[in-house]
Structures are given as structure tokens and as C-alpha cells.
């Protein structure tokens, strides 16, 4: 740059411009501009709306980072062009982000808060009719996590599935079974040639393979094959299971009839999470003085996600234990209420937690044993001690809570509170140094949706 202001300048050298020269050049041009002086540059009127600034400054002092997120969190907003869904009055609509709301003098309405219970920026989101509504910052993210799933992947939700066709390649109703070389008869499990067509929650229709259908909506697909009589299609025949057997061995013959090993399956996996909680007697072991015989029973269901459950449960109606084991008091709902307002008043994290096999982690208030069925392989027919709560016993809640207060107090260092023994708390300190209290509400850690029943949100 520099070296071509001295070119210009070298050329310019000895040249002048005469006034009539220059009233030829505003005349022409209807610019007043003002005479050349020796070494220095045309000075020419600015626009209204240009800035007023040195013209010889140089570019790169305009040159400016764009914002992010941990400078200008306001500036740069991950909220604007999400898709968003809302449900009003049992109708669901669809929209977009398209930014913050803004007052009549220009200011962004609301205050960002990385706590999403303090935040509260209002955003405008446009929808499918091209109407415009607003709405604050944590109904933003209640409208987004209803469009993903656990790991951020964009779910289509349908409405209801309204029609279906087959082509020349599906398996018809009599040709649905097949001999194997052993001579077992066996079903044909094949979606080949059928299509579902699939009203989507934003209006929109699409075609399925049934095979997509069946894998991404297993209740839906089961609903219509009953109530259109495709159940006795091979395709469709096994959307729709019954109840779940009843008995162990009745669980056996339906899959060896049906040439499955759902129930197999389920009840291995049942085995491998109870085993934990029995003590298996050698053969020439004896039963302990003072424990009584109880039954194992196992029941079966098919859960909503038309996943084959098996439960191992004791016959708690057998036992006669004392009441003081009998009993387990639970957290009030008045102290669930207040201790949502004091985390919103605080800024801290509501999070929840579900314990898998909860009660099989704590020990057994009773003396009960029981022998093993077949289920059980290689340890069928074999004494065991129940030393671990087993569902179904009549002290399962008490010796629960028992070890929930254990490991907070002890392990934790959680104290519980005055008015409510079953809220716990304990001092704890952020980076900054202010101080506050962490909670904890044990029932039956990620942000709850239902608690004790009920659905909860943020608001």
C-alpha cells in the first residue's frame, strides 16, 4: 500500500488542475470536490449514512473476530434454526427458531442464563402457517428435546399409520410356514414387499418399508395390523403377542412352538441379574436355623416397546415378618415442591437417578430360603439363602431405605433435614467460593421428567 501511494504520488508530480477544470468536473459530475493540493488526494463529499472516518485507514483495522459462544453467549445463540415442536390443546405443531425477541427500541427482551431455570430470553419461533409466536428460553429446549432422543439423533413421530400395500414379493398367509430338515415346522419371518404409508405428527405423509415400520414404530405397527386383520400375515404375526406365558414351562413350549427364544432370552437375562442376591447351599449343606421355605415365581409380560420381561419374584405371601420391617416412609410432595423453588431461586441442577435392580442391592431383613427351578441351569433343584431384598417380600421397602440412609450418611456425608427425614442435604461450595446446599430425594442422574408419579418440566 504504501509503495503505491508514492507511484501515485511520483506520477502526480507537477500536475495542477485549473478552475475551470474543476467547475467543468462539478458541473459534470454534480459533486462538489475541492482543489488538489500539492501531494495530497481529491476530497469529495460524503453520503449521509457513510461513516465518518479517515479514508487512508487501513482495511485491517476493520477487521473483527466473530463472536462465540463463551464470549458473547447472547451474541451467538445455538437456539436459532432449531426445529422446534409444541403441543397445544392435544394438536402438535411444528416450527423454527428464528431468534431473540426484541422491544420497540431495539434491546433483546430477557436476560441468557447459562442455568436454564434463570434464563429468561424470549425467542421467536415461526411455524408451518407462517405464524410467529413467542416463547421463553426453557419451553425453547423442551420444544427441541421432543424432536431428539437420548443421543441427539432427529426422531420422526407419526400421528397415526393410515394405509399399507404389498407387492408381488410379499409372503402370503398360506405360505407363511416352512419344514426344516429335522422336520420342525418353522414361521417364515420376512417384510419383504410391504409398505406402510405413515401421517407424520407435522402433517406431512410418507411411505415405510414395513421392515423400518416395525423397527421404529413397534406399537403403532402392532395397533394397525389389528385393527385392519393383517395379523395372520406372516409380515405381521409376530407385532402382536399375546400376555406372557404362564410358568416357566409353558414359556419353553411357546418358543420352541413358535421357533423363537424370546422367553429364553428374557428369563437368562432375569437369572443373570437375581443371582447376585441368593446364596447357593452346597449339596451337603444345610439350611441355617430359624429360615423359612419360600417359592420363587416368575412372571411374564411384554413390555410397551413389545420386549418379551421376565420377573423373578419370592412369594412374599408365604412370610410372617415382624411389622417394624414392614414399613418405609417416602419423601413428601410438599418437600418435592419446595425443593424445586429453591433450585430455581439458587441456580442449581435438577437431576434424577434410577438404580437398575434397586432393592436387589440391599440386604434381606428376612430369614427365607428357597430351592431353585429349572430356570436356573446348571443350580436347578439347589438350596438358596435369600441375603439380598428379592421383589416381592414384604420387607423390600424398609431395607431399602435402609440402605439409602446408610450410604448417605456414611459414605455421602448427607445429614437428613428437620421437617422432612427423607430429604437430605449437605454444605457444599462452588469455584467461586459461594456457598449452598445439594439435595437429595430418594425415591424407587439425568434431568427427571416424572417424579413420584407425576410430570415435571422446566418453566
Same mark, same amino acid.
Given at each position: 500500500m504504501e509503495d503505491l501511494k508514492k507511484n501515485l504520488k511520483k506520477k502526480s508530480d507537477g500536475v495542477?488542475?485549473?478552475? +475551470? +477544470?474543476?467547475?467543468?468536473?462539478r458541473h459534470k459530475y454534480n459533486m462538489p470536490i475541492s482543489a488538489i493540493e500539492d501531494g495530497g488526494y481529491p476530497q469529495y463529499a460524503q453520503y449521509e449514512d457513510h461513516p465518518q472516518e479517515d479514508p487512508r485507514h487501513k482495511i485491517e483495522d476493520d477487521f473483527e473476530e466473530p463472536p462465540d459462544q463463551e464470549s458473547d453467549p447472547v451474541e451467538f445463540d445455538k437456539y436459532v434454526s432449531a426445529k422446534v415442536s409444541f403441543n397445544a390443546d392435544g =394438536?402438535?405443531?411444528f416450527g423454527v427458531v428464528q431468534g431473540r425477541k426484541r422491544d420497540s427500541s431495539g434491546k433483546l427482551i430477557g436476560h441468557y442464563h447459562e442455568n436454564p431455570h434463570l434464563d429468561t430470553s424470549i425467542y421467536q419461533v415461526e411455524f408451518e402457517d407462517g405464524k410467529v409466536e413467542s416463547f421463553y428460553a426453557n419451553q425453547i429446549i423442551e420444544g427441541i428435546m421432543m424432536n431428539v432422543d437420548d443421543e441427539g439423533n432427529t426422531m420422526y413421530r407419526i400421528r397415526k399409520i393410515i394405509d399399507h400395500q404389498r407387492d408381488g414379493r410379499a409372503v402370503r398367509g398360506d405360505d407363511g410356514w416352512y419344514t426344516t430338515s429335522s422336520s420342525l415346522k418353522r414361521p417364515r419371518k420376512t417384510t419383504k414387499g410391504w409398505k406402510l404409508l405413515a401421517e407424520m405428527k407435522g402433517g406431512e405423509t410418507e411411505w415405510l418399508d414395513l421392515s423400518v415400520a416395525k423397527e421404529a414404530f413397534p406399537i403403532e405397527v402392532a395397533e394397525y395390523a389389528v385393527a385392519n386383520k393383517l395379523v395372520s400375515e406372516p409380515a405381521f404375526a409376530c407385532e402382536v403377542p399375546g400376555p406372557g406365558p404362564k410358568g416357566v414351562a409353558r414359556a419353553y413350549e411357546l418358543d420352541a412352538e413358535n421357533g423363537t427364544t424370546h422367553w429364553s432370552d428374557a428369563l437368562i437375562k432375569e437369572v443373570k441379574t437375581i443371582l447376585p442376591a441368593l446364596k447357593i447351599l452346597e449339596e451337603d449343606e444345610d439350611v441355617p436355623v430359624g429360615y423359612q421355605l419360600i417359592e420363587l415365581m416368575t412372571v411374564f409380560d411384554v413390555k410397551m416397546d413389545l420386549t418379551p420381561k421376565a420377573q423373578i419374584c419370592a412369594r412374599g405371601d408365604q412370610t410372617d415378618p415382624p411389622m417394624s420391617v414392614t414399613y418405609a416412609s417416602v419423601v413428601t410432595r410438599e418437600s418435592i415442591q419446595l425443593a424445586f423453588v429453591i433450585a430455581a431461586l439458587n441456580g442449581l441442577n435438577v437431576l434424577s437417578a434410577d438404580v437398575s435392580g434397586a432393592y436387589l442391592n440391599a440386604k434381606c431383613a428376612e430369614k427365607v430360603y428357597c430351592i431353585l427351578g429349572k430356570?436356573?441351569? +446348571?443350580y436347578a433343584? #439347589? #438350596?438358596?439363602?435369600? =441375603?439380598?431384598? =428379592?421383589?416381592?417380600? #414384604?420387607?423390600?421397602?424398609?431395607?431399602?431405605r435402609s440402605l439409602c440412609a446408610d450410604v448417605l450418611k456414611e459414605q455421602l456425608?448427607?445429614?437428613p433435614c428437620r421437617g422432612d427425614m427423607d430429604v437430605w442435604r449437605r454444605p457444599c461450595q462452588r469455584k467461586d467460593g459461594s456457598k449452598y446446599y445439594e439435595y437429595i430425594l430418594p425415591d424407587s442422574i439425568k434431568e427427571p421428567t416424572t417424579y413420584l408419579g407425576a410430570t415435571i418440566s422446566k418453566h
Amino acid at each position: 500500500m504504501e509503495d503505491l501511494k508514492k507511484n501515485l504520488k511520483k506520477k502526480s508530480d507537477g500536475v495542477s488542475i485549473s478552475e +475551470e +477544470e474543476l467547475d467543468r468536473i462539478r458541473h459534470k459530475y454534480n459533486m462538489p470536490i475541492s482543489a488538489i493540493e500539492d501531494g495530497g488526494y481529491p476530497q469529495y463529499a460524503q453520503y449521509e449514512d457513510h461513516p465518518q472516518e479517515d479514508p487512508r485507514h487501513k482495511i485491517e483495522d476493520d477487521f473483527e473476530e466473530p463472536p462465540d459462544q463463551e464470549s458473547d453467549p447472547v451474541e451467538f445463540d445455538k437456539y436459532v434454526s432449531a426445529k422446534v415442536s409444541f403441543n397445544a390443546d392435544g =394438536v402438535e405443531t411444528f416450527g423454527v427458531v428464528q431468534g431473540r425477541k426484541r422491544d420497540s427500541s431495539g434491546k433483546l427482551i430477557g436476560h441468557y442464563h447459562e442455568n436454564p431455570h434463570l434464563d429468561t430470553s424470549i425467542y421467536q419461533v415461526e411455524f408451518e402457517d407462517g405464524k410467529v409466536e413467542s416463547f421463553y428460553a426453557n419451553q425453547i429446549i423442551e420444544g427441541i428435546m421432543m424432536n431428539v432422543d437420548d443421543e441427539g439423533n432427529t426422531m420422526y413421530r407419526i400421528r397415526k399409520i393410515i394405509d399399507h400395500q404389498r407387492d408381488g414379493r410379499a409372503v402370503r398367509g398360506d405360505d407363511g410356514w416352512y419344514t426344516t430338515s429335522s422336520s420342525l415346522k418353522r414361521p417364515r419371518k420376512t417384510t419383504k414387499g410391504w409398505k406402510l404409508l405413515a401421517e407424520m405428527k407435522g402433517g406431512e405423509t410418507e411411505w415405510l418399508d414395513l421392515s423400518v415400520a416395525k423397527e421404529a414404530f413397534p406399537i403403532e405397527v402392532a395397533e394397525y395390523a389389528v385393527a385392519n386383520k393383517l395379523v395372520s400375515e406372516p409380515a405381521f404375526a409376530c407385532e402382536v403377542p399375546g400376555p406372557g406365558p404362564k410358568g416357566v414351562a409353558r414359556a419353553y413350549e411357546l418358543d420352541a412352538e413358535n421357533g423363537t427364544t424370546h422367553w429364553s432370552d428374557a428369563l437368562i437375562k432375569e437369572v443373570k441379574t437375581i443371582l447376585p442376591a441368593l446364596k447357593i447351599l452346597e449339596e451337603d449343606e444345610d439350611v441355617p436355623v430359624g429360615y423359612q421355605l419360600i417359592e420363587l415365581m416368575t412372571v411374564f409380560d411384554v413390555k410397551m416397546d413389545l420386549t418379551p420381561k421376565a420377573q423373578i419374584c419370592a412369594r412374599g405371601d408365604q412370610t410372617d415378618p415382624p411389622m417394624s420391617v414392614t414399613y418405609a416412609s417416602v419423601v413428601t410432595r410438599e418437600s418435592i415442591q419446595l425443593a424445586f423453588v429453591i433450585a430455581a431461586l439458587n441456580g442449581l441442577n435438577v437431576l434424577s437417578a434410577d438404580v437398575s435392580g434397586a432393592y436387589l442391592n440391599a440386604k434381606c431383613a428376612e430369614k427365607v430360603y428357597c430351592i431353585l427351578g429349572k430356570e436356573f441351569g +446348571e443350580y436347578a433343584e #439347589k #438350596k438358596a439363602i435369600l =441375603v439380598k431384598a =428379592v421383589y416381592g417380600l #414384604k420387607s423390600l421397602g424398609f431395607a431399602w431405605r435402609s440402605l439409602c440412609a446408610d450410604v448417605l450418611k456414611e459414605q455421602l456425608e448427607f445429614q437428613p433435614c428437620r421437617g422432612d427425614m427423607d430429604v437430605w442435604r449437605r454444605p457444599c461450595q462452588r469455584k467461586d467460593g459461594s456457598k449452598y446446599y445439594e439435595y437429595i430425594l430418594p425415591d424407587s442422574i439425568k434431568e427427571p421428567t416424572t417424579y413420584l408419579g407425576a410430570t415435571i418440566s422446566k418453566h
